[in-house]
């Protein structure tokens, strides 16, 4: 079993960066890709970003791309995403999650272990 705590969401300005952290507990979580996914009130998850086991390889969500940053240290069993140049369309919960797979995915389905969500909130 792997438990992930997500923190650093707040509310923020619109042009301001925040920075997540996922910190993983139970088992290293060097052996997991780990995704981010958010969920506006009344949408679908949505993927944002995923890093690969290694850290060698990333994927962005179009909506993201050059905006946010996915990263991790696994000697720290942490994963971090970046948030820079918020907008108001970026407001949801942003959930991190684990899947014992190799590379990232977009899909949320693939994903084996979940957080309990931080709420990011970008004011206009």
């Known amino acids: 079993q792997v438990q992930l705590v997500e923190s650093g969401g707040g509310l923020v300005q619109a042009g301001d960066s925040l920075r997540l952290s996922c910190a993983a507990s139970g088992r290293t979580l060097s052996n997991y890709a780990v995704g981010w996914f958010r969920q506006a009130p009344g949408k679908e998850r949505e993927f944002v970003a995923a890093?690969?086991?290694?850290?060698?390889?990333?994927d962005y969500a179009g909506s993201v791309k050059g905006r946010f940053t996915i990263s991790r240290y696994n000697a720290q069993n942490t994963v971090y995403l970046q948030m820079n140049s918020l907008k108001p369309e970026d407001t949801s919960v942003y959930y991190c999650a684990a899947a014992l797979i190799r590379s990232g995915s977009t899909s949320w389905y693939d994903y084996n272990y979940w957080g309990q969500g931080t709420q990011v909130t970008v004011s206009s």
């Open positions: 890093i690969s086991w290694s850290g060698a390889s990333t």
